[in-house]
């Protein structure tokens, strides 16, 4: 559906509660793609896991070893198959990671 994460899970040894979000983008070229790029910054300059699903991802944040990012395409381009495959693969991760650790956090910032 939405492809698999990236980087493999994130395993830490002390009791940081993960956090999930899904949104259309994290990066810098829109006011709210803008806003889930930096609270997604924020968690993990705290030593917070952070699931990200999304259809793009700022490379460095991508690759932050705290981020799992679960790439979610757009096929043919459609905003509306989009949003569709970002609702199945958001759902699947946040109870993926809510079945592990019941604390997790679940952010949904549209798609």
């Known amino acids: 559906m939405g492809g698999e994460p990236r980087n493999g899970p994130v395993t830490l040894g002390c009791s940081a509660v993960p956090w999930v979000i899904v949104a259309a983008g994290f990066h810098q070229l829109g006011g709210m793609d803008r806003a889930n790029a930096a609270l997604a910054t924020h968690l993990v300059a705290r030593g917070i896991p952070v699931e990200l699903v999304a259809h793009g991802v700022e490379p460095h944040l991508a690759r932050h070893p705290l981020v799992n990012f679960h790439h979610v395409p757009r096929p043919a ?35």
Do not use: H
């Not at 693969?89 to 079945?99: D, P």
């Open 77 to 111: 381009g459609s905003f509306l198959l989009g949003e569709y495959l970002l609702d199945l693969r958001g759902r699947a991760v946040a109870a993926a990671v809510t079945s592990r650790d019941p604390r997790a956090k679940v952010v949904v910032n549209g798609g």
